[in-house]
Nanobody, 126 residues
């Protein structure tokens, strides 16, 4: 069965760091576009970062560029999101998602993704 399982969320102080993991099973992650999305209370789900299946490049939302880094470990069939210099506005449930397509500039649209994890909550607060 296709599964995406996130882990690594928790409570962290502003300016701190956190590393999220997304373990894939039932399919080979390397052949898919894989991304991180987040949803804060009362807000729409938004794209955070994505690795394209087309060219392997990583893409980031302007709000996290320079602070977050997405990476992939093919041997472990796992992707990561390293989050540094965290801000209170980063507080949200973070989701891992995948699709076997690629939509270019529309990568941040959650409706383009086919498979979803259940999410891991991240709270940035002092």
């Amino acid at each position: 069965q296709v599964q995406l399982v996130e882990s690594g969320g928790g409570l962290v102080q502003p300016g701190g760091s956190l590393r999220l993991s997304c373990a894939a099973s039932g399919f080979t992650l390397n052949y898919y576009t894989i991304g991180w999305f987040r949803q804060a209370p009362g807000k729409e789900r938004e794209g955070v970062s994505c690795i394209s299946r087309s060219d392997g490049s990583a893409y980031y939302a302007d709000s996290v560029k320079g602070r977050f880094t997405m990476s992939r470990d093919n041997a472990k069939n796992t992707v990561y999101l390293q989050m540094n210099s965290l801000k209170p506005e980063d507080t949200a449930v973070y989701y891992c998602a995948a699709t076997n397509g690629w939509y270019g500039s529309r990568w941040s649209d959650p409706h383009r993704m086919d498979y979803w994890g259940k999410g891991t909550p991240v709270t940035v607060s002092s």
